[in-house]
């Protein structure tokens, strides 16, 4: 059923915007409004899926002349998610069904997990939060290794997941109350609204990684890592990036801002894992405190991108939170970074430690390297390729990738080469700043042979283990051909060792398989979550995930860092390796 309310609205009303009027074309318009209701205009707009070679249709609508505050019925949005999820992200079996009566809507997964919107009480409502927006394969609660561990021939693949030790304790039942940040819903006849900001924080960033962006022509389902970073000259503005930014800039309408800066707060409120560490009770209190909220509040986008900048850098300042890109009202601008303490801790730890590998390694650290019966494993970042990457490039005699996985599994064939040397095995860690979940815990399997990966949502309170074995050997089997766990295992940490590079040896250390060499680590527990605001400034947090360490059926913290088994004062005796090695031996 399609609507029959929507009126064209007045040219007036129009010209009081900062924004031009959307390019599609309007659907279903009528020619009055009855008194005491609202004004909507509903658009066909065009949706970029990831990059400018996807797209989709996202019906966007108008209220009362505001041209720069979407709105989208839920209607709309559950077939748009269905397209997206399943289309786009691959996912067959995910199906989102719509069921609307009176003030209530429904909108329920295949799993019968459901949201539903309250346009009475103005609230919304997740029996289980987590379980409502998991992938539908998700083998467990909060499964954030993506690959699935068995190809589409049903053989072996990276990664197997085991039922033993893992573990699902499942969150309470979420319930926005709106009305407490001033944030309105809104039915009308067949319409059942709910602002696009709302539906992009807590159901498509959380879901999917990326954000339903608008720069007034368009919508652009994207983070970071898709549109690019302003003032970042590694990852410059994507073709995305210079469309998003092509969208006219100006002033935010007075609705604009105030709903803007109330979802603000409402985001942060529920999403940022680290709200209780930082002794945050209220964001609008913290912003109220910190003289931020007027300029966050100003009809000047760029005076309140500004003061989100500042406020992400200098008072979260977890390094997980970044701001990524101005609004396109603003435009693609570039500013000087303002790192905040730990910030600024982190670049002069990298600088110090690069600097004294460059000492002994001024063509770059060496991925895999043997000193007497040692070898050491040197990687700066987890990353990955898809699993059958690995296994093609075996049965076709071809090099594999130089990631993470590529290394340990090019590692493992020479520490067991007919007559190897090898005693000891390091794997270096000291400049590691994190990266992909999935090559952390193909580290974790190869060392420890069962790969707890553990997290705690903040937000919903549900807690997950998942254990993995691994397969590194690629004959497509899981068993004790794949470890590692008959030689002596060090990990080398140093405060760079961050996020994914905190998590692993700490992990290490909580299991006792593996000792720990260096200075405390970095820290960093959350994962990042991709979000932006409602007048279209991107950025990170660090998300409601947190990784934790499980002992004794507790969810323990490692934001703070791991502190090594054995101190190494020196920096230059983390890079000298035959001193390291005769230090390692001295050991046992």
């Known amino acids: 059923m399609k609507r029959t309310l929507a009126i064209l609205l007045a040219a007036m009303l129009l010209m009081t915007c900062a924004l031009a009027e959307p390019a599609a074309s309007t659907t279903d318009a009528a020619d009055t409004t009855a008194e005491g209701e609202h004004e909507i205009l509903r658009y066909e707009i065009k949706a970029y899926l990831g990059s400018l070679e996807y797209s989709d249709q996202l019906p966007l609508c108008f209220v009362d002349g505001v041209s720069d505050l979407p709105w989208i019925d839920l209607e709309d949005f559950c077939n748009f998610l269905n397209n997206f999820e399943q289309q786009y992200y691959g996912d067959a079996n995910y199906k989102l069904t719509y069921e609307a009566d009176g003030e209530q809507v429904w909108l329920t997964r295949e799993s019968d997990y459901f949201m539903n919107v309250d346009f009475g009480n103005n609230t919304i409502f997740f029996n289980d939060y987590d379980a409502f927006l998991h992938d539908s394969s998700a083998n467990a609660l909060v499964d954030l290794v993506s690959a699935s561990g068995y190809d589409e021939e049903g053989r072996g693949e990276l990664f197997e997941h085991v039922n033993t030790g893992s ?39 959380v879901g999917t990684g990326l954000n339903l962006m608008y720069n007034g022509e368009e919508v652009f389902c994207a983070n970071a890592d898709c549109l690019g970073c302003v003032d970042d000259q590694t990852m410059p503005l994507t073709e995305l990036g210079e469309r998003y930014y092509s969208g006219q800039t100006g002033q935010r309408s007075e609705a604009l801002a105030t709903y803007g800066y109330n979802e603000l707060c409402l985001m942060l409120d529920k999403l940022y894992g680290l709200k209780e560490i930082h002794d945050v009770t209220s964001f609008d209190q913290l912003f109220t405190q910190l003289a931020y909220k007027d300029d966050l509040m100003s009809p000047d986008p760029h005076t309140a991108d500004v003061k989100l900048y500042d406020f992400i850098d200098l008072h979260l300042d977890d390094i997980h939170s970044n701001f990524s890109g101005y609004s396109f009202l603003t435009g693609a601008k570039a500013t000087q970074a303002r790192f905040g303490m730990m910030g600024q801790r982190l670049s002069n730890s990298y600088t110090l430690f690069k600097s004294a590998r460059a000492k002994y390694y001024p063509d770059g650290p060496v991925g895999y390297e043997e000193v007497g019966n040692t070898a050491y494993i040197t990687f700066d970042l987890f990353a990955n390729s ?34 190897s040397p090898i005693e000891n095995v390091v794997i270096d860690l000291s400049c590691n700043s994190g990266g992909s979940l999935n090559s952390a ?148």
């Not at 790969?451 to 690629?474: C, E, Q, R, W």
């Open 167 to 205: 573990y699902d304790r499942y969150g309470d039942s979420i319930l926005l109350q709106l009305n407490d940040y001033g944030i309105q819903l809104i039915h009308q006849g067949d319409y059942y609204l709910v602002p696009a900001q709302t539906l992009s924080d807590f159901v498509f960033a």
């Open 441 to 588: 815990a193909f580290v974790l399997g190869w060392v420890l042979g069962e790969a707890p990966v553990s997290l705690k949502d903040t937000f919903s309170g549900a807690m997950s283990t998942t254990i993995y074995h691994v397969d590194t050997n690629l004959d497509r089997e899981f068993n004790r051909g794949d470890q590692v766990d008959d030689k002596n295992i060090y990990c080398l940490i140093s405060p760079c060792s961050f996020s994914c590079g905190n998590f692993v040896p700490a992990t290490f250390k909580s299991t006792g398989q593996a000792t720990l060499l260096g200075r405390t680590s970095g820290g960093g527990s959350c994962l990042v979550l991709n979000m932006s605001t409602a007048w279209g400034t991107y950025f990170e947090i660090s998300g409601p995930q947190r990784m934790s360490l499980m002992k004794n059926g507790a969810y323990y913290d490692i934001d703070q860092g791991v502190e090594p088994d054995f101190i190494i004062n020196n920096i230059n005796n983390f890079y000298d390796r035959e001193a390291l090695t005769n230090y390692i031996n001295g050991l046992f």
């Open 386 to 419: 898809t699993p059958a990457t690995y296994y093609a490039c075996i049965e076709n005699g071809e090099d594999l990738p130089g990631d993470t996985i590529g290394l340990i599994i090019y590692a493992h064939n020479k520490i067991y080469r007919k007559d």
